[in-house]
């Protein structure tokens, strides 16, 4: 009996992306046991600019952003625009099960690497397109941003206060988002294809990701007309973020706990007056509710009231961590969450890599993410079987 | 009709509100056969509470809990069984369909799951290649935080979300609705696909473990790095990029009615100058460089929504664009519903619910990824509580008339809740008077061509919009 040693182990992947959503969706492949190597035009993606830098400085291999998405990669230089480096990326789609790319949609084609062309070369071809709106539609040749992805998908229009303009996430979620999703899909496909042998054309558009988690709000208009919109800035804060004496917490009624049990644990019996009993009386007295709580908790601690109230009353609570709470928690460690990595120009460093746990075939950690052009050798040289002045004269060209 | 990609496999679903069941609901359009469990006296609290969206037509009807907005969303396609698992028998059958099933899914806790004798060791012994899910706030493994309540809306913030998100300058701040429930429907998706494809490959099973506050970890790491190796905490940036100036909001024509624009070199800048009709803004030095924009952002966000304020928020968004300068309306739920670019696409797709269910048509979301060669889309609608029972218990399990009489006439299984629920109901002008909403169409069904009957003739009087602001 052959022991199968991950879900992926037969499957390579030429990750031609760029940014954070395309290099993430492939980087989860290979955590999974795929054979995943980037290609990168000369200079390097556009990735590699990306801050935080190690040590804020801005080198090309020293992008910290780069290195969370592009673990477990091998990693090529190609020049997809020069004929021959398009016919080079062809043979390597031949001996590939997926490509993952994040171009603006035509520009694969414009250089006859578009899913159609390369299926000719491999039938059993999954091409994975992630993009601001998709590969077809009005928007598909509009430009994207990060925070386009919030605008356009309505996760915006309910984010911040009435009397302020609506509000981003922080940081980079959509290109989180879509990365998973694109990982998704790419499986569902591999799943397909190997029933069926036929290869096909992924499209992942990020404003519809965002969208997707609009599902209390798209379907309340369908539904009845209604139209969410941003909390009001007084009265609103529970439920919400609000501040006790060391930084910030959000309390929420339900779990395991009664509004009784809410009041103990302020400490605060007026809380069991009609005029909070349910849900509808504390949104119309909210501001009177947000007073008592704050008072409440004026004089207690982040950590007292989240073990408190976690262990003691069951109740759903939170406490805003900072990333430093987060780089030294025990819950993280306990689920393997940091993975050490040792890069050759950074050096050891801890970086996120679990995101889930489970038996059999777990994330595995293999290497940490490609110097620019580090495997040019092994992958031209053995993998498609240049001779070593041939590797020579294409770089001398400017195609590798 | 073309294969789909999870034909032939049998998924029970066990979960409730938005993350499990959301899995489901999209493994249902990618082919599976899911069916849904509730106890007849634990439903989805999706079918009554605040997490359940509104009543069609905001009308509860006689069976209100088949009728809310946000449990039809989810549970598409999948088949409902009414099965009560606190009592013994109702387990029994529970372990006659896990023989049968080739993924199971469940966000109890892991207590529950052991009392129950169905936890992952148990379970193989009933289904040796069983693939078995479990969604918990902190996952099922060791751990501090291990039996601590949870749900998206206070994990925000626990997961450092919330440090990061807010006005610039101001206190930390929710982001989205249940936020990191996406983020764990789609790591259940990840991980039953590569589950699948072990089983088919090595015949093995598995258990997953997905613990939501990781996942939400997860996706602010480049501030967690630039902790561990800069020492720096992260800011909160309100609409700004860390990097590019200028980004933000600005005001539309219009009451609530917003663009973002997206400003990334000193081309996209030169094209919003003449743009705006302000050509010698390229020629300012204090504007020169993306370093000089940064420093002078205020400056430029007010020369900005000096030009945006009396345009519509689709003009900025179409003209910015065109000149290629990244430039988005912030769409609403309305927007969202009725945009020419998402129904171009197939994104929002009419679901049409049986004569007895009295909802007609409605509009959902589908998916986010299209697949060039096999059309997917939603397979039916949400379900109504118990409508399969039969189907499950007779259809799939064989169990005699007299089995399936015996269980009905002891209560486990049913088609009606056990524990009749309060019943919340508001008007719509008092939802958008509390500030639940921000304002409602009547006319939504014409605007999305979801009429039940032939569209009445126009009036002369135009009362399509009621509430705070005007289009």
Redesign the interface.
Known sequence: MTT?P???D?IRVLDVSQGIAGPLCAK?LGD?GADVIKVEPAGGECGRR???F???DPDPEKS??F??VNLNKRGITLNLEKPQGADIFKKLARLADVVVETFPPGYLESLGLD?ASLERENPGLVMTSITP????????R???????A???????????T?D??????????AQ??AG??????T??????R???G?G??????I???V??????????????????????PVG?MF???M?CKDG?????A????SWDDLAEFYGRQELKDERFAD??QR??NGQALDAILIEAAKERTMAEM?KTA??QY??????????????H????E??E?YQNVEHPVIGK????F????????PARYRRPAPTLGQHNAEVYGRLLGYAEEEVTELREAGVI | MA????EGIRVIDSGHV?AVP?AGGLMAD?GAEVIKIEGPGRLDITRYS??S??????QPGTDPWNR???F???NRGKKSLALDLSRAEGREVLKDLIRVSDVFMESFTPRVMRGWGLD?PNMKELKPDIIMVSNTG????????L?????A???????????????RGD?????????VD??AS??C???I??????R???G????????M???G??????????????N???E????R???YAP?????CAGD?Q???V?V?DDEEWAALCHLMGKPELTREVRFATNRDRITHHDEIDAIIAQWTRNLAKVEVMERL?GV??????????????LD???S??G?LETVRFPAERRMGK????G????????PLAVQGPGPALGQHNREVLQGILGYSDGRYADLEQAGIIDTRPTQPRPL?H?E?DE?VR????????????ER?G?QDEPAPAPSDSSPALI?NRHT
């Open positions: 199968i991950s879900a992926l037969d989860l999974f990306m801050p935080p190690f040590q804020d910290l952003f290195l969370l899913h709106f998709g590969q077809s539609g009005p928007y598909s509009y430009k994207g941003e990060e925070l386009l919030y605008a356009m998908s309505g996760i915006m229009s309910i984010s911040g009435t302020r303009e609506p509000l981003k996430h922080g940081g980079f979620q989180y988002e998973f999703n694109g990982t998704m899909a499986l569902f496909t591999l799943l397909l190997d029933a069926t036929a096909q054309h992924v499209d992942v558009s404003q519809e990701v969208t997707s988690t609009m599902v209390a709000n798209q379907p309340f208009y369908s539904w009845a007309g209604g139209v969410q919109g941003r909390r009001r609103t439920g919400n973020v501040p910030y917490f959000v309390s929420q339900g779990g395991g706990a849900v509808d949104t119309v989240f976690s262990e069951r109740m759903l609570f939170g406490i805003v961590q900072t990333p430093a709470d987060l780089a928690c025990a819950q993280l306990a689920r969450f460093i801890n970086v996120p679990r995101l889930w746990n489970m038996t059999e075939i | 294969r789909l990609p999870l938005f959301y990618l605040p997490f969206g509104v009543h069609a037509d905001n809310t907005s946000n039809n969303l989810i992952y902190y996952g099922s493994g060791p751990g501090p935080y039996q601590y309540p949870a749900q809306t206070t994990q925000e913030a626990t997961h450092g979300l919330a440090h990061v998100t807010g006005y206190l930390p701040s929710k982001a989205g609705q249940s936020y996406f983020l789609w790591a998706l990840m991980a696909a590569l589950a699948l494809r072990y088919n490959r090595s093995k099973g598995s258990w997953i473990d997905v613990g506050y990781q996942l970890c997860y996706t602010i790491s480049e501030y967690i790095l630039d902790w561990l190796v800069n720096r905490l992260g909160r940036l309100g609409n990029h860390p990097s980004q933000g909001c600005y005001p609530d917003w663009c973002v997206s990334r664009q290629g300068v990244p430039a988005g309306a912030v769409f609403d739920a309305r927007d969202v519903n020419p670019h998402l171009s696409r994104f409605r509009v959902i979301m998916r986010p990824w299209r697949l060039s060669k096999t919340s508001m719509m939802r509390q500030g639940r909403l921000a304002y409602y169409e009547p006319d939504f069904k999305l979801i509430g």
